[in-house]
């Protein structure tokens, strides 16, 4: 709906289009600066041991080699949720942890020097599935952590931080339902984000106290406050962003490698940068997390949830880089999703010797989807539920409560999405495709189609505060002041859209500043979909603030009322004599006006995605094509058509529906190896696999900010893998036992299927 | 060496005369074109994401033929022409290559990084094959990753640079 507007709403093209299909934006493996030393990582072959002495000399004695440092030569520096996890450690907790530092010249020669560095092993046993780690005797990977369980909780979000869902009476609720099922299903197939580009990140130290770190994550200002948080006060840090070549959640926080790079620059003097090889990428930077949940439901034939109780094991690996928030989210979007009275629902995050799970769009909620999905299934079997009625009449709506991540109780105040899960519907042809559970919707020879349905929406669209500066120069344009940097969604052209609708100013007259947390008031950075709500309700502020001072200046001058004045085009009139204007500097003369945005958390609102799909199974090969998706959304207001449609489609990849379907990462559980951390065997969707994707997207105005839209790129991934798993089982008549649904699952299940066998893959 | 070997290599219609040997200002028999294009003639639009010839990222014209840089060892390109993202707009008027166009008119990125590759290989797809339909431009591109899913604004904004009558 553009209609109303001159900007918003209509296709534009990106601020950095020219830049993006000339190669010259500038990544930050594109950065070039005087005396740029190399920085590689050596990284442990053991998945658990200690780090009995590390010998430095002969790397030390190759030409080109400039510093190399173990955990003896740093100070203690810890970062992770509980800061359980030093930046160099004497004990290594999976196969990929760091050792020891390097930095070199070029490359070439820190490569090289790694080979050189001799370090001597204590092997410790190691734990590398849930139940082992959970198993009384088990190895402990931190004294701080006792059976491996991490400390629950988010220290930042307060004391009633959500680690649980208790309220109501499940035993009442129980016998209030007409069916109860019961049940274990796991998501443990930790797919990989996989950004094109690699986490990165350049470090300066300047004597005698400055950390300048140069960054590729999607959110570069925070790390200002996460680093000191790390490295403690009495230093002047400066974080600046570089644009992002794919995040997907997991390029929000990169400590580790950020402080590699700063410890040495701090021992060579020179700045140091750190990029991590596609290797490292996926065997030593985050992935999803492993999530199993054993659960009872209770429902009623109308569809109304009357208990859910139960335990939720999340596996997080090595370390919990931001897993208690992930639990807290996906408890808040669980209540999103199902609107119940009575919960009993239990999690606990387990490390195992692995590499380590950490932020991914879905934040927790999507895990938690995946695991639950198939055992509220088996309820719906049970109560001969419609899966795409139920989810309808359970999605949060307005008036309904939940507990969100800061265990506060939260009224949704947004719009009934049951118009747009209709609207989807309608489009997928769910009425004719549903045949029931566990029946196919086509059959033809060995292929036989089914259709999935699930849905997911997040509250963190208003989730942290944002501020932003608006600044008007007397030549007509305007300059934006926001740390935000642009990781692919769009966000940076789209908040130039609101200020340019705002001033009614043309796009190439508003720009933004460096993103340089030293020339910036306070931004999260985009995660959650907060971009369009939060984000952009700061730059709108600040915008109209903006605004304001000048027709108060111009009014002042002109000896009229701010309240009769207007302007676009970067000229000033009286809004009853429209043609008689004049420019903003014969306005204000020598004067710019700077105004100032910030928005305050507010989770009252919550986005929602619903995801159809169907898929087409071979059942002599076990071969799971995905055929169609329909994504069903309502944005209150498109800030930018074609924006909005890539992030819908982004469904597909980054560890969202194909993480149903193919992807997985595959750990020798004897070692701890990763077994396909490279794009040759790590499996990908080509452009020759696509399937159809369609994407109903209505617009309700929400009581957001001005322009009445929400955000919605993160959730994107979310409900599609739990629809593809119940679609493929549809296929088959029985239910697939885990994600992902490869031709190997598929066959055992068709195998070991007996007949007239029912009930949901929970076991 | 106990030799330095040369090579001359054209790069976007600037001929380069490169050295060969072991030390740091030399090419080494080892390196690929893409580091070679990266990091010593600072063409830095060239991405390496796998390093691995899995993505495509690094993909660049050597005699007009899409290949990988990352793949490709720069002593065996003596004598041959490279065209990388940087020379496909005109080197008199500086105007973007149409394709170049089509992908900005049809926001055919997200994040932006694979692009160079997919421009790269849709450029030689259709200097191949000026007409491809829509299936073969989606069989041409399939060596290219791309994670943020632009693959259905990519394969509009290709067949729109396809006169009309195509297939």
Known sequence: MAGAYTYIGRSTPREDASRVVTGTVQFIDDIALPGLLHGRVLRSPHAHA????????????????????????????????????????????????????????????????????????????????????????????????????????????????????VTGDVDGGFREADVVAEGVFGCENIPNPMPPETPGAIGLWEEPNKITVWVSDQAFYKHKGYLRRIVGSGFDIKTIGVPCGGSYGSKNMSWQLQLHAVLLSKATGRPVKLVLSKEEQLAAFTLRPSSRMHVKVGLKRDGTVTALSGRWLVETGHYSQTTQAQVAVGLGEAQLAIRCANWDLHPAIVCTNRNASGMVRGFGGQELKCSLTPILSLAMEKAGLDPFEFFKKNYVKPGDGYFWRNGKWYVYRGVDYAAAMDEGAKRFGWAEKWKGWLNPSEVSGTKRRGVGVCVHGNADIGEDPSEAYVRLDPDGTATIHSALVEHGTGQKTNIVKMVAEVLQLPLDRVSQLPTDSSNSPFERGPGGSRGTYATGSAVIAAAEDARHKLLESAAHALGADPADLDTDSGMVFRKNEPSERISWEAAVGRRTCIGYGRFEEDFTLANCMMTFVEVEVDTETGHVTLIEVVNTTDVGQIIDPPGLEGQMNGCLGSGGIDSALFEETVLDSSTGRMLDSNMVDYRWRTFFELPSVHNVVLETPFASHRFGAVGVGEVATAPGPAAALMAASNAIGVWLDGYPATPQRVLRALGNVAPGRTGGGAT | MEHADRIRLTVNGKVHDIEIGDRDDQVGPLETLAATLRERLRLTGTKVACDDGACGCCTVHLDGMAILSCMTLTVECDGKDVTTIEGLSDPKTGALDPLQQAFIDHTAFQCGYCTPGIIMSAKALLAENPRPTEEEVKEGLSGNFCRCISHYHVVKAVMSVVPPGGG
Do not use: C, H
């Not at chain 1, 203690?76 to 290594?92: P, Q």
């Not at chain 1, 490569?111 to 599935?129: H, Q, S």
């Not at chain 1, 959970?134 to 009633?160: H, I, K, R, S």
């Open chain 1, 50 to 165: 200690l780090v009995k002495a590390v010998d430095k000399t002969k790397a030390e004695a190759l030409v080109g080699v400039e510093a190399v440092l173990a955990w003896e030569d740093v100070p203690d520096w810890k970062g992770g949720m509980t800061n359980s996890t030093r930046v160099l450690d004497r004990k290594v907790r999976f196969v990929g942890d760091a050792v020891a530092i390097v930095a070199a010249t070029t490359r070439k020669t820190a490569a090289e020097a790694l080979d050189l560095i001799d370090v001597e092993y204590e092997i410790l046993p190691g734990v590398f599935t849930l139940d082992d780690a959970l198993d009384p005797g088990a190895p402990q990977l931190y004294e701080d952590y006792p059976g491996n369980v991490v400390t629950p909780g988010v220290p930042g979000w307060g004391p009633e931080s959500l680690k649980d869902l």
